[in-house]
Structure formats: C-alpha cells, structure tokens
C-alpha cells in the first residue's frame, strides 16, 4: 500500500481537525443559516399582544396583563393616599375606606364633615345605601342568569 488515504474527508471533517490541533475544540465547524425571529424592544409600561395573550413590563419585569388587574387594583392598598399625599397605615380603617372611597381614613372624615357642613348628608347617605342596592342587585342578576345557563 501506497501512504494514500482511500476515503475523501469532507470540508466539515477537515477543519474538526484543524480545530482540534490548534486546541480550539469548541469552535464551529460548519456555519448554519435559518430563520431568525424578529426581537421588538419594550419599554416600561408598554402593553402588548404575544401568542394570544397581552404582555406589560412593570419594573423591568415582562409580566402578564390578567383581567384580575384592575381588581387588584382596587384591593391593594397604595403606600400614600392619592388624595392628601400622606403614607397610609395598613390598618382596617384605611383598608376599608380605600375600598369604598379610593382615600385614606382621614380624607374621607374631612370629606364627610365638609358634606354635613353642606347639610347635604342625608342625600350623601341614601347615595351610598342605593350604590350598595345595585351592586346587590347586579350580583342577583349575574347569578340567576348564570344559573339558568
């Protein structure tokens, strides 16, 4: 026999070796074209649809945009009252007036003795006792409608 190889190498196998003498073990033998997907930039705040669903960034963080939101929202007591500016204590009596009124415990007995003040208290009362009526009303209705279906 002759010192001649009787097998070609293919391009690929030629520079596998070439990487392995010059101890570059990890590099690429071969270079592989295909589809790259698009990367849209996001900023703080902004709202999306990816995939069927809405997407938000809130501090740095990509997060979800459930229907809960805006729930959350109206449960989750603030650090200060967007009224008066002042830092709420997480007590009940804050808690309950941000669930009513969106203002801390203070702004609303101010509110409230401006209203009595006004002699406008009876009217200010009965407002209050029709909007808690309603939503027991609406509550009624969602629930015999879904019965029936």
């Keep these: 026999m002759s010192g001649e190889l009787k097998k070609e190498f293919n391009p690929r196998d030629v520079q596998r070796m070439r990487n392995i003498i010059t101890g570059k073990t990890g590099d690429r ?3 592989q074209t295909g589809y790259e997907k698009n990367q849209e930039v996001h900023k703080e705040g902004d709202v999306w649809e990816e995939n069927g669903k809405k997407w938000t960034i809130k501090r740095g963080i990509k997060q979800s945009v459930t ?13 200060s009252c967007p009224n008066c500016g002042k830092v709420m204590k997480v007590d ?10 969106q203002k801390c415990f203070d702004c609303v007995i101010k509110m409230e003795s401006e209203i ?5 208290w009876d009217e200010y009362c009965s407002n209050i006792m029709n909007r808690n009526k309603n939503t027991e009303l609406d509550d009624l209705e969602a629930a015999l409608e879904q019965w029936v279906t």
Aim: proline content about 3%; hydrophobic content about 40%.
């Design 67 to 79: 229907k809960l939101d805006e729930i959350k929202k109206l449960v989750v007591l603030p650090l």
């Design 92 to 101: 009940e009596y804050n808690k309950k007036m941000w669930a009513i009124h």
């Design 116 to 120: 009595k003040r006004q002699g406008k």
């Design 29 to 31: 033998t071969q270079i």
